[in-house]
């Protein structure tokens, strides 16, 4: 007698809402908060409360944080509400089993963690490199298997802070990593990926405004590895290149999926030798079992697995498929989004 089993379902966080997968199929399940954090034990962390300065309001802080927990349905439930002292605003969050790690303007502290174990616990400062000034904040903090990677904000010299999260209640400082740096250059969004990191970059300046990947080589102390141009808009030139305002990107190995540029999903396929300020200019598209290609106009990789959930079409359900059912075809950017 053979015994069947339910399969198992995943979930995703994909532009400000949370999918399940389970088997070959894809459903919304909820509507969840900017940048928000999905962790391996299925709880959801987010930023909530506008803080009362305009222009903080505006780059993502908040004055409180929120853990939900997904039931067996895909549904939220409100597990935690952190309030933050009044003056304090956070711009970032990251869970790892027992601990909220938050980042933003805390007092005198720009990074720390509550335990959440705890029934009414204190925001517990964690510990900086020297060279990392205390008036600034990180743009995102990230969860890369054992360790906590912060990534530092636009006020130069920039840094990549690293911790060993083996306990989560207790990180510990184990190095960092000095960042390419652009004039006026803020950080839009991060992927990690089992070889790479990748900083997607926008910078300001006297000559125009440009948008560009950082790549850094997890395998070798993240060293910098290419800095690739994205999109710029030069005061005295035409624009080249694909705008984004509201970039994502993520990692199907040591392929780097960004959607939004041209009319589908871009691609950086870091298992080839990039030299500096090459441009991306692969576009994704799926050929089905009929050999009948079609652009993907949007996708994410699912984290530790070979699936890729890629859009065919607006407003349509999404689709699970392997990269070897879809082809990086060269494109040329000559528009705009």
Known sequence: MSIQTKPISQYFIHRDSLFRVNGDTVSHTASIGCDAFLSSSNEVSWITGPPK??????????????????????????????????????????????????????????????????????????????????????????????????????????????????????????????????????????????????????????AGRFQSLQIYDKTNSFRPLSEVSLWQESYLDKRSGYYSSNPYMSFAGDILLIPGFGNGVSVLDRSKELAQDDVVSDQLVFRNANGKEQLVLDATALPNSDKVIIWLSAGENPSVVTMDKLICRPQNHNGQE
């Open 53 to 206: 300065d305009q222009l903080l309001s505006e780059y993502g802080f908040g004055t409180s944080a929120e853990i939900h927990h997904i039931d067996s349905h895909g549904h939220l439930s409100l597990r935690r509400r952190f309030v933050l002292p009044k003056g304090y605003d956070v711009k970032a969050t990251a869970l790892s089993k027992n601990a909220l790690y938050l980042t933003g303007q805390m007092g005198d502290s720009i990074l720390g963690f509550f335990d959440t174990r705890l029934t009414d616990p204190a925001l517990v400062p964690m510990e900086l490199p020297q060279q990392v000034k205390q008036q600034k904040t990180f743009d995102d903090l990230l969860i890369d298997g054992k360790r906590l990677l912060a990534v530092d904000n636009i006020v130069m010299p920039k840094w990549l802070v690293i911790y060993d999260i083996s306990n989560p209640t207790s990180p510990k400082l184990t190095g960092s990593t000095e960042l390419m740096e652009g004039v006026n250059e803020h950080i839009l969004k991060c992927a990690v990926g089992s070889n790479y990191l990748a900083l997607f970059c926008e910078s300001l300046n006297l």
